[in-house]
């Protein structure tokens, strides 16, 4: 699909800091209503080329959607001095931690608010990976959703990921969410258990939210990005329907 001529690079505040998006909108017709929106949190890599074509894509689809970089403060990228992998995505989850994070996609929001050519009134949150947990753990705290999809997103994230030296565990509180949550994970992933996957549904039910949790049989870890090795064509063609649905419902 090419680059619609309205998707761009935006700026806004959150707290005392400037933080950058990447936003596309859909294309109007003349006197239509204002576009629903989402906020779109990325997976530890930041937002990369992948990210923003479905920021567009999303657009394509008639939604506003701004992907917030996480990562603005130091650069857009996530942090580079490291020497292992798993050294890699622990400084990468910490520089995203929940206690700044979350306000991130909160300004995000009240960016699109400020408009006056979108309806922020109706927002959906997604999330992929570090930004899935997010984006549970953004609806439990907040009324401002109408839905939010996480792609697997940790259900718990080991102690080395977390500013607290211990486990942060979206499981305990996963029975808070305010809104709607369609989850999606891969049933050969290899970073999240599937135990994790069950008590994590369990606990979501508990809401008494309307709650879908997916298991794709055969994939792994980040299968909707086709630019990874695990991408999986049949599992991310049947996520992005189901979200589309899901949203479209819900927005």
Same mark, same amino acid.
């Given at each position: 699909?090419?680059?619609?001529?309205?998707?761009?690079?935006?700026?806004?505040?959150? =707290?005392?800091?400037?933080?950058?998006?990447?936003?596309?909108?859909?294309?109007?017709?003349p006197?239509?209503?204002?576009?629903?929106?989402?906020?779109?949190?990325?997976? !530890?890599?930041?937002?990369?080329?992948?990210?923003?074509?479905?920021?567009?894509?999303?657009?394509?689809?008639?939604?506003?959607? &701004?992907?917030v970089?996480l990562?603005?403060?130091?650069?857009?990228?996530?942090?580079? @001095?490291?020497?292992?992998?798993?050294?890699?995505?622990?400084?990468?989850?910490?520089?995203?931690?929940?206690?700044?994070?979350?306000?991130d &996609?909160?300004?995000?929001?009240?960016?699109?608010a400020?408009? =006056?050519? &979108?309806?922020?009134?109706?927002?959906?949150?997604? =999330?992929?990976?570090?930004?899935? =947990?997010?984006?549970?753990?953004?609806?439990?705290?907040?009324?401002?959703?109408?839905?939010?999809?996480?792609?697997?997103?940790?259900?718990? &994230?080991?102690?080395?990921?977390?500013?607290?030296?211990?486990?942060?565990?979206?499981?305990?509180?996963?029975?808070?969410?305010?809104?709607?949550?369609?989850?999606?994970?891969?049933g050969?992933?290899?970073?999240?258990?599937? @135990?994790?996957?069950?008590r994590?549904?369990?606990?979501?039910?508990?809401?008494?939210?309307?709650?879908?949790?997916?298991?794709?049989?055969g994939?792994?870890?980040?299968?909707?990005?086709?630019?990874?090795? !695990?991408?999986?064509p049949?599992?991310?063609?049947?996520?992005?329907?189901?979200t589309?649905?899901?949203?479209?419902?819900h927005?």
């Open positions: 699909m090419p680059t619609p001529p309205d998707a761009a690079w935006v700026t806004f505040p959150s =707290g005392r800091d400037e933080i950058r998006g990447y936003l596309a909108l859909p294309v109007r017709t006197g239509g209503a204002p576009p629903p929106v989402v906020i779109m949190a990325h997976e !530890n890599l930041g937002v990369t080329a992948h990210r923003e074509r479905v920021t567009e894509l999303f657009a394509a689809e008639g939604f506003a959607c &701004l992907t970089d990562y603005s403060r130091i650069g857009g990228r996530p942090p580079q @001095d490291y020497t292992t992998p798993e050294e890699r995505r622990a400084k990468a989850f910490f520089a995203a931690r929940d206690e700044q994070a979350i306000p &996609l909160d300004a995000g929001l009240d960016y699109l400020r408009r =006056g050519d &979108l309806d922020a009134s109706r927002a959906a949150a997604v =999330g992929f990976c570090l930004g899935g =947990g997010l984006v549970l753990a953004w609806a439990t705290g907040t009324d401002r959703l109408a839905c939010a999809v996480p792609l697997y997103g940790l259900p718990e &994230l080991p102690p080395a990921y977390s500013p607290t030296g211990r486990i942060r565990s979206r499981i305990d509180i996963a029975a808070t969410v305010r809104c709607p949550v369609q989850a999606h994970f891969g050969a992933d290899e970073v999240i258990p599937l @135990d994790q996957v069950g994590l549904e369990e606990a979501l039910k508990l809401s008494e939210q309307p709650i879908e949790v997916h298991l794709y049989q994939a792994g870890h980040a299968y909707h990005d086709d630019t990874h090795p !695990n991408h999986h049949q599992a991310a063609r049947l996520t992005w329907e189901r589309l649905e899901f949203l479209r419902a927005l």
